[in-house]
C-alpha cells in the first residue's frame, strides 16, 4: 500500500514559471514531510521540510504548503531555471518516534524547466 | 565537514552472489539507513542503525542484512543476490538524540549502482 501519493509523474514548465507539484499521505503518524531534489546518477538531495505545526514554509524560491486537515502539501517552485530540471522526491517519516520506519517517498515528480 | 560517502560506484554481480556495500556517515550522525531505489522509482526504506544495531526495518526478506560499526559508519550485505536486486543502494545518515529518541533530517550519500546479470 502506497502511502505517500505524488503528482504529476512529469512535468514542463517554461522558464521564470511556477513548478507545482503536490502529494498526499495517509498514515497520520508523520510529522515531517521533506522534499528531495535528485539529478542523473546522484543521490537525493533535502531541498526543504516542514512540521505539521505551520502550514507554509519558505527558502529562496521553493515554498512548502502543507494542509493538515486534507492530509496534503505540495512544493511550488517560483521563477523556475532550467537549473532546476531533476526529479523530486515528497517523502514523509514520523521523526518523534525516531524515524526507525524510514523516510516514505513518493514515487517522484521528473521537472523539465523548458528555457 | 564531509558528507555522506559511499563505495563502490558501481558493481555487477551475477544472480546467486553475495554483495557488500559500504557507506561513511556525515561526521556528527550517530544513524544511518538504507534505502533501494529501482529505476524510475522513489526510494524504498530497507532498515535503519543505531548505536550499532538495527533500529528499523522496512519490507525486505533477510538476506539483506547491515553492521554498524563504532565510528557510525555501516555496511549493507545482500546475499542470494536475484536480478530484481539491480537497483541504486542509498545510504542516509542522521543524528538521534538519545534523551528524546527525536531523529533529525536524513541526509543522502551518492548511491552504488548495482547490476545483477
Known amino acids: 500500500q502506497q502511502q505517500v501519493k505524488q503528482s504529476p509523474q512529469s512535468l514542463i514548465v517554461q522558464k521564470g514559471g511556477i513548478s507545482i507539484i503536490n502529494c498526499a499521505y495517509e498514515n497520520t503518524a508523520f510529522d515531517y514531510f521533506p522534499w528531495y531534489q535528485q539529478f542523473p546518477g546522484k543521490g537525493p538531495a533535502l531541498l526543504i521540510a516542514i512540521r505539521p505545526d505551520v502550514s507554509e514554509k519558505k527558502e529562496g524560491r521553493f515554498t512548502i504548503s502543507f494542509n493538515k486537515s486534507a492530509k496534503q502539501f505540495s512544493l511550488h517552485i517560483m521563477d523556475s531555471q532550467p537549473g532546476d530540471s531533476a526529479t523530486y522526491f515528497c517523502a514523509a517519516s514520523s521523526l518523534s518516534g525516531g524515524g526507525a520506519d524510514g523516510l516514505t517517498f513518493g514515487k517522484g515528480t521528473h521537472l523539465i524547466i523548458q528555457p | 565537514e564531509t558528507g555522506v560517502t559511499q563505495s563502490p560506484t558501481h558493481l555487477i554481480k551475477t544472480r546467486g552472489q553475495q554483495v557488500t556495500l559500504r557507506c561513511s556517515s556525515q561526521?556528527?550522525?550517530?544513524?544511518v539507513s538504507w534505502y533501494q531505489q529501482a529505476l524510475g522509482q522513489g526510494p524504498q526504506f530497507i532498515f535503519q542503525y543505531y548505536r550499532e544495531e538495527e533500529n528499523g526495518r522496512g519490507n525486505f526478506p533477510p538476506r539483506f542484512s547491515g553492521l554498524q560499526f563504532p565510528n557510525y559508519s555501516s555496511e549493507l550485505n545482500v546475499n542470494a543476490l536475484e536480478l530484481d536486486d539491480s537497483a541504486l543502494y542509498l545510504c542516509a545518515s542522521s543524528l538521534k538524540i538519545l534523551t528524546s529518541g527525536r531523529l533529525y533530517e536524513q541526509f543522502f550519500g551518492p548511491g552504488t549502482r548495482l547490476t545483477v546479470l
Open positions: 561526521s556528527g550522525h550517530n544513524t
